[in-house]
């Protein structure tokens, strides 16, 4: 059973840095394209970044371009997200989703809360 | 990095057929495709389709997909109380190189 667990999240202040972790099971993690998408509360989706399998590639949104950091561990079969200079913008449900043609497992989500 | 457009809320009636659009551009639903997830309240989304209409393995055929040209469509027919959900379209756009998500469509089963 594939299963995606997000940590990390957390209230913190406008400036500041959070790292989000992604242990990922129950399928081969080295395999797969995965994605950061987050959804603010009562609002829609809205992707944040992805990685290729071997870290080759890497996206993000425009919005956190220079800010927010995509990486990978698949000794470790770990997914991660380092967010810097965070804004209160950026309150939001973390998922970590494997991506395939679009998204097609999805953790629970940790929530990040930006606030002074 | 602008989305893809959905109309933000549907209703139909118990056992209708609903169709839900996404428009979009040649660089996104008219390059690779898009895909369809649905969204229950507290819940992470669930994929329906993938790249227009591939369906995954255990998804319902009352859904199903289609693209023309930069629109693409999911149909639920046999609306059921379950059906009731957010509905999101998403397309990986060239020109950006970025994934791009519609606002989601509100369905309500009336």
């Known amino acids: 059973e594939v299963q995606l667990v997000e940590s990390g999240g957390g209230l913190v202040q406008p400036g500041g840095s959070l790292r989000l972790s992604c242990a990922a099971s129950?399928?081969?993690?080295?395999?797969?394209?995965m994605s950061w998408v987050r959804q603010a509360p009562g609002k829609g989706l809205e992707w944040v970044a992805n990685?290729?399998?071997?870290?080759?590639?890497?996206y993000y949104v425009d919005s956190v371009k220079g800010r927010f950091t995509i990486s990978r561990d698949n000794a470790k079969n770990s997914l991660y997200l380092q967010m810097n200079s965070l804004r209160v913008e950026d309150t939001a449900l973390y998922y970590c989703?494997?991506?395939?043609?679009?998204?097609?497992?999805w953790g629970q989500g940790t929530l990040v809360t930006v606030s002074s | 990095q602008a989305g893809l457009t959905q109309p933000p809320s549907v209703s139909k009636g118990l056992r209708q057929t609903a169709t839900l659009t996404c428009i979009g551009n040649?660089?996104?639903?008219?390059?690779?495709?898009a895909a369809w997830l649905q969204q229950h309240q507290g819940h992470p989304p669930k994929l329906l389709f993938y790249?227009?209409?591939n369906r995954p393995s255990g998804i319902s055929e009352r859904f199903s997909a289609s693209r023309s040209g930069n629109t693409a469509s999911l149909t639920i027919t046999g609306l059921q109380p379950e059906d009731e959900a957010d509905y999101y379209c998403?397309?990986?756009?060239?020109?950006?190189?970025?994934?791009?998500f519609g606002g989601g469509t509100k369905l309500t089963v009336l």
């Open positions: 990685i290729k399998e071997d870290e080759s590639a890497k």
């Open positions: 989703v494997r991506s395939v043609a679009g998204f097609d497992y």
């Open positions: 040649n660089n996104n639903v008219g390059y690779e495709g």
């Open positions: 998403s397309a990986w756009d060239s020109s950006f190189s970025a994934w791009v």
């Open positions: 790249r227009n209409y």
């Open positions: 129950g399928f081969s993690f080295s395999s797969y394209w």
